[in-house]
């Protein structure tokens, strides 16, 4: 059940985003706290939130709107945090001041990602190591189809561990290959 939002969304803004079918947050590196929650308690739950960070985001933050069901992606981010509402309706953050010409901006936005971030937990079934490789590949059990790039830096799981996975699908290399990068072990 959703609860009430605080007051760092303005009743004016309230009810464009009660009324919208699409959210898009755009935000460099942090979100203000509790912007999520509150943007998910004025919205439907049928209404999907996504977000779009840029690359030097902590994965924790990442993880935190994962684990909320909300979607993210790596793209184009601004100095500074947007809201956009259908995309008709944008605004600069933190005084929700309005952006001119919101469509083009959000679209412009959307257009730019570069990669969408998943959760993948499982149990590893392989890992494929080359000793000169800064990487290895592991496959999961639960998913014998998907490879996962691990940068040997992170640490290197073994065969029969269970492992919780923050992957990073890079759309340069197409929705057709079964490859993500891992961002980070989060068990």
Known sequence: M???PSDLIPPSIRFIASAAREVLVCFPDHLPDGLADD???????????????SPSTAPEVILALLNKGHH????DAPPEVLVFFDRHSGYRLPDWSPLPDSFTMACRLTWNRAAAYVRVQGTIAEVTAKP???FVLVRLTENPHLRLSLSKPLGVPVPGERVSLLGRHDFRFGMDVPLLECVAIVN
């Open 72 to 75: 993210v992606f790596e793209g």
């Open 132 to 134: 000169e490789a800064n």
């Open 2 to 4: 959703a609860t009430a």
């Open 39 to 53: 943007l998910r308690a004025l919205v439907s739950p049928a209404i999907r939130l996504e977000f779009q960070c």
